[in-house]
Every structure is written in C-alpha cells, then in structure tokens.
C-alpha cells in the first residue's frame, strides 16, 4: 500500500529514538517510540490504554476478542478504551523495522476539543469499537513527525509539545474517524459507558461479576448493556473478565515467581484444573510450560510492557 504520507522522516526518527527493539517513553510522559525488528513468533499479550499509535514501518496484526484487525506503514490506529489484546508484529526486517509512534490519549482532553471541532454536536458514528484503523493523512503525518523531532529539544518538548499533541488529536477528530474518537469523551456515550464498566471489572476482576449489577453501574438495561459491551470489546462481560484474570495470572508467574496453582487462587479460580485448563485453552500451553519458553525467551518485560 503506497502511505498517504512520506513515513521515511518519521521512520528515521523514531529510529533514533529506539536504537534497539522495544517500547521506549520519550521526554514527555505518554509519548512512546516502538520498534521490531523481526515478525513475532508468537501472539503478545497485553492491556491497551487509549492511545493513537501512527506506524511509520512495518506491520501489525491485533486481536480483540474473536476480531482481527491489521494495520501498516501510513496507517494510524486509534485504541478507544483499556482493553486486552493480543497482538503480532507481521512485517519487519532488520532493514524496514516496524516502527510505530504511540500517543496517549486523553478522553477529558479530546471533550474540550471535540467541542471545538464540532460546534453543533458531534455527528452520531455509525459504529462503535474498541479499535479504529485509517489513513494517516499529510496533515496527521506532519504533526506526528513534529512531535518527534521536539523530543531532542527539552524546552520545546516541556512547553510545545503538549500543544503538537493537541494539533494531533484535533486532526484525527477532524479525520473520517472523528465522530467515533470524539465518543472516547462523551460520559453519556455508549462507548463510555462500556469503558465504565470494563474499568470495573478491571480493578474487581478476581470478584464474581453480576451482569445486571454492571448495567445499572453504567446506567442501561441488561440487554442493551450486554449488546453494547460486545459491540465495543468484541466479548462478553464474563469473557474480558476471563481475559483479564489469564493475563494477570501469567504476569504473576512471570514477575512475582508465583506457582500456577497460587496464581490462578490469587485471580479468582476456586478450581486449579479449571484454571490449567482455560489458561492451555487462551495461550496454547499450559501454564508451567509457558512460564517456562516465557522465561528461556527473557520475554518478562515484553509480556508486561508491549505496546
């Protein structure tokens, strides 16, 4: 695919700032320069904060739930809500390196800005889901790269760049997908609800959860609750839970040297089986063998830091 925009500036200077595969934070807090220089192995899993991620190199393959998404070079991806994913690096060689630059997004931020970009109301978005995928065009390119040139000049990174990031976010609320980045903001959308409730069953995810006390939590019938939430995650309320408790148990095993059987109590597993049985199902393996390539691969600190 032929980039909306020249990415080779970008590339070089995300380059710069990453000298070796992995996620680094730059000046400014929330702003990230990622790169990989082989295809993954094997899926990657981790949690997702809202974020813009401009790619300027390379490939990338996401799941969410049973959804895949796929996006590349000139391409620039937009997370909506805190969601965990699974995720591949596609394409990338030592000489044309996935490089991605990461934006945290700010939902309080993009309320003030959405209201400037439109004045009349935001247009009602034909659909809604944790991920949105599009071309980054000239004008989202230029403040990208912007952005990572001040990130070798400490006062224009302290007082420019938060401005640059602004720019960023009012260009992709102007872009075919404003309408739905623009919901990331809005407390009486449905896709903040959802975030309201999945913020729920992230700090609680080793409680039973009722669906219907979630619903009311997020002020919505059951039925439109469960509808809604899998419209936006591409799960259940009960699956990101599940979700959510594997990937924490894994992190525990990894980064707290606990064993399967403490690890899948620690998360909310009554049953040690049921736990080796649907942690085998999630990550192909079972626990102690998977621990076990993790920890012989040193991937501990891609586990729990991939972007």
Request: charged share 20%; with cysteine; hydrophobic share 40%.
């Amino acid at each position: 695919m032929q980039p909306a925009f020249d990415t080779s500036h970008l590339a070089k200077l995300i380059s710069s700032h990453a000298p070796y595969d992995g996620v680094f934070e730059l000046r400014v807090p929330g702003i990230y320069a990622i790169k990989a220089s082989r295809p993954s192995a094997t899926a990657t899993h981790s949690m997702q904060h809202p974020s813009a991620c401009i790619v300027a190199g390379g490939a990338k393959s996401v799941m969410i739930g049973d959804d895949v998404y796929e996006y590349e070079r000139g391409q620039v991806a937009v997370y909506s809500i805190d969601l965990p994913v699974a995720s591949q690096i596609t394409r990338a060689s030592h000489a044309e390196p996935y490089l991605t630059l990461k934006v945290a997004l700010d939902p309080a931020r993009i309320t003030e800005l959405a209201a400037k970009v439109f004045p009349r109301g935001v247009p009602q978005p034909r659909e809604t889901r944790a991920l949105y995928i599009g071309d980054a065009d000239v004008h989202i390119g230029d403040a990208a790269t912007r952005l990572v040139e001040m990130m070798g000049r400490p006062g224009d990174a302290e007082l420019i760049a938060p401005l640059v990031v602004d720019e960023l976010t009012i260009r992709l609320l102007r872009s075919p997908m404003g309408s739905r980045i623009a919901q990331m903001g809005q407390d009486d959308s449905n896709l903040r609800r959802v975030a309201k409730a999945v913020a729920w069953l992230r700090e609680n995810y080793d409680q039973p959860a009722d669906v219907e006390e979630l619903a009311k939590l997020v002020n919505m019938s059951s039925s439109t609750f469960h509808r809604q939430f899998k419209a936006v995650t591409s799960m259940s309320p009960l699956q990101l839970q599940k979700t959510l408790r594997l990937q924490e148990a894994r992190r525990l095993m990894l980064t707290a040297m606990l064993d399967a059987g403490a690890a899948g109590r620690r998360v909310g597993y009554m049953s040690a089986s049921q736990f080796t049985r649907e942690y085998g199902r999630f990550f192909g393996t079972p626990p102690t063998k998977d621990i076990q390539r993790l920890r012989e691969q040193g991937a501990a600190a891609a586990e729990t830091n991939a972007a």
